[in-house]
């Protein structure tokens, strides 16, 4: 065996002798050996020293991927499927502020956030851990199976079976994406505390490594102050991301002010917090007059820059302490600390910030607003409570404009009331027990019977009379408006095609409601009606509002061709009252302007209304276009719109509404009352 190994040893030695030509003898060999040993030490502690700065950044990588990869897709697209339920079913439960567009809308956008769940290949790793694209998945086929359980329909009010098939197809994946947001933030936390155990383990190696190879050292520091400032600025980077995503959420785009999402915690903290303080909160909701049709006329580019002025305006007068919002479409929200300020003088300052116009561009808007306010906890002890208090009080200052209504126990009751009311008038419909009355409308020139028109009204069983403007507008926001509104037609042709004396051949007008005008086949309508009651569509005058025709102009066009393609007459009510551009008239098919009573109330003696009864009956004139005014009572009047060339009229002092029989009698023997027949006899 000696000898073995000294062989060995010899044949070693004279290979490394050979290697690196070493005669000078075994020392010089050695020396290159351990020099080359040295070298290959240091080249391995270097690589290892660069392969542990590798793997540290590897894994500070990972982290700084883990840190982004968040929660946030899940929680919106939860977010938008419970949203979407609750505007949903407060659409079902009659809520007039939700149409169905709104409900679509929310639907599409819960839709839209089901593809921020399935991730890129940068993702691979994560996705096998949880399962994101079966929740993905599951959602967006329950969202389509909602999206074709609604269809085509328009209205959804009182369908409890569509609510209750809605709920069932979205309770699993709300659930789903519910836990799915847990497993993620789970899971992120258990794979950064696994890197994280792994760097602490390859430093503590790295350390000692750094003790005995000094350049790898410092080489490795200068990596690893590299990658520490590289996962500083990924954390840095994940937390501005948060932040601003979590800001997006919670503010309105356009005008930049907390919206509804915010609002409802500021809220509930205000409350909570005014609760163990043994303080008050003050809720002011505003809702802006008359936006709907300065939004329609000049379009939604100048209603956006309103709202932004609006929400500038309303800004500047408030503390710091107190929270504008921005609620929806023209609502606004003021969250009030009452300890600051009486709520009263916040609520005048902010009626009083529209007393001076809006200056947009080229537009100047002069606005108003009608406020609601309620406050805890003398209103309501919870958030839901209060925020329906202060709907009801906005409500009741909406019926008014341009004030300011404090919630009263009164409200809850007229709530009720108007509840109680909508019921009699579903039954009243359908038991026949509405009527139409016809107010005459005459020639100005001769005073001769010319049309009328079909004013509906209802006589209650307990209560009498009540007025068409107390329950229309209770139709028009339980959509009973639309059989309301067939009915009218349906009953004032068919009264027409009776008409005796006079009236034989005379023309009866129907008001259209914007509702019945957006939302149904209206030509289709008029067309079947027709047909049915054997009336002359030339009988026929349909009025219609400018509002209505600003909204859509080319559906307008199209309908309105449609409808005088039947034959039937076309007038635009209320004329000139509101936002709406002459520049309509001549692209529709209307056959009369009819001059508001506004305008011939003050005729005697306001010259400005002089002025524009005359400029409209010019330009109705050069257009083609006939002429009526409504509200005529007095033979001063009278006079005044014969001088303006006014073709007709119509008023008490020709007639105050008649009903069926009434009108009957009045227009077998046609004559005038007194004082316009002696109006008449001293013209000529």
């Known amino acids: 065996m000696p000898a073995a190994r000294s062989s060995k040893r010899s044949a070693l030695a004279t290979w490394f002798r050979r290697q690196h030509g070493a005669q000078g003898g075994n020392r010089e060999g050695w020396r290159r050996v351990k020099t080359i040993l040295l070298g290959i030490v240091l080249l391995a502690g270097g690589l290892t020293a660069i392969y542990l700065s590798i793997l540290l950044q590897g894994r500070t990588n990972d982290m700084s991927r883990y840190v982004r990869v968040d929660v946030w897709a899940v929680q919106q697209a939860e977010y938008e499927v419970q949203q979407f339920r609750a505007t949903f079913a407060r659409h079902v439960a009659g809520d007039a502020g939700v149409k169905i567009e709104a409900v679509r809308d929310r639907l599409a956008r819960a839709r839209s956030t089901i593809p921020l769940l ?63 947001a847990v497993d993620l933030a789970h899971v992120r936390l258990e794979l950064q505390d696994g890197d994280l155990e792994n760097v602490r383990l390859l430093t503590g190696v790295n350390r000692w490594m750094l003790i005995g190879f000094f350049i790898v050292t410092v080489v490795f520091v200068g990596f690893l102050i590299a990658e520490m400032r590289s996962a500083r600025r990924a ?53 802006l007059d008359g936006f709907k049709d300065l939004n329609d006329s000049f379009g939604h580019d100048v209603g956006d820059q309103l709202l932004v002025a609006v929400a500038e305006r309303l800004g500047g007068l408030l503390e710091s302490d107190h929270l504008l919002v921005r609620l929806s479409g023209d609502e606004f929200a003021v969250i009030q600390d009452c300890a600051s300020d009486s709520w009263d003088a916040v609520a005048q300052d902010l009626l009083a910030a529209f007393e001076r116009p809006f200056d947009l561009n080229d537009h100047h808007v002069q606005l108003s607003t009608s406020i609601g306010v309620a406050r805890f906890p003398r209103d309501g002890g919870t958030f839901e409570d209060l925020l329906k208090a202060a709907d009801l009080a906005l409500n009741a200052a909406k019926t008014q404009r341009g004030c300011i209504v404090a919630f009263h126990a009164e409200l809850m009751a007229e709530l009720q009331n108007r509840k109680q009311l909508e019921a ?68 004032a042709c068919r009264d027409a095609l009776g008409w005796t004396g006079a009236a034989a051949e005379a023309v009866v007008a129907v008001n259209v409601s914007p509702s019945q005008f957006a939302h149904e086949d209206i030509v289709g309508q008029v067309r079947s009606v027709l047909a049915q009651t054997g009336l002359p569509p030339q009988r026929l005058e349909l009025e219609i509002t400018e509002g209505i025709l600003m909204r859509d102009e080319e559906a307008a066009i199209e309908t309105l061709g449609a409808l005088h393609s039947l034959g039937v007459k076309l007038a635009i009510d209320d004329f000139g009252t509101g936002y709406s551009s002459l520049s309509y008239l001549k692209r529709f098919k209307v056959d009369k302007l009819k001059i508001d009573r506004a305008f011939v109330r003050d005729i005697e003696s306001d010259r400005n209304d002089r002025k524009i009864v005359r400029a409209i009956v010019e330009l109705a004139n050069g257009l083609g276009m006939q002429t009526i005014a409504e509200g005529i009572e007095t033979v001063e009047q009278w006079e005044l719109l014969r001088s303006l060339h006014c073709e007709e009229g119509q008023g008490f002092l020709f007639s105050r509404p008649l009903a069926e029989a009434d009108f009957h009698a009045a227009t077998r023997d046609w004559c005038l009352s007194r004082p316009a027949t002696a109006v008449l006899a001293a013209a000529s």
């Not at 994101?132 to 999206?147: F, N, P, R, T, Y």
């Not at 840095?236 to 999402?261: C, F, G, Q, W």
């Not at 139709?475 to 408006?481: T, V």
């Open 235 to 287: 954390e840095r980077a994940a937390t501005a991301s948060e932040k601003k995503t979590r800001y997006v959420a919670e503010h309105d785009i356009l005008t930049d002010l907390p919206n509804r999402m915010l609002f409802g915690r500021q809220l509930r903290d205000a409350i909570d917090r005014e609760s163990e303080l043994g303080g008050e909160v003050a809720l002011h909701l505003l809702d």
């Open 118 to 180: 399935q991730r890129g290949p940068d993702y691979q790793e994560f996705r096998l851990l949880v399962d994101i694209d079966g929740a993905a998945q599951g959602a967006s086929a329950a969202l389509a199976e909602v999206d074709r359980a609604l269809g085509d329909r328009s209205d959804f009010r009182d369908d409890l079976v569509t609510l209750r098939r809605v709920e069932t197809l979205l309770a699993e994946p709300a659930a789903t994406l519910r836990q799915l």
């Open 424 to 491: 009699d008038l579903r039954q009243a419909l359908a038991g026949n027990q509405l009527e139409l009355f016809y107010q005459p409308q005459v020639t100005l020139e001769d005073g001769h019977f010319s049309g009328a028109e079909a004013l509906i009204r209802w006589r209650h069983s307990s209560l009498g009379w009540i007025s068409p403007t107390d329950f229309i507008p209770i139709a028009e926001e339980s959509g009973l408006i639309l059989p309301l509104g067939r009915w009218v037609l349906e009953t």
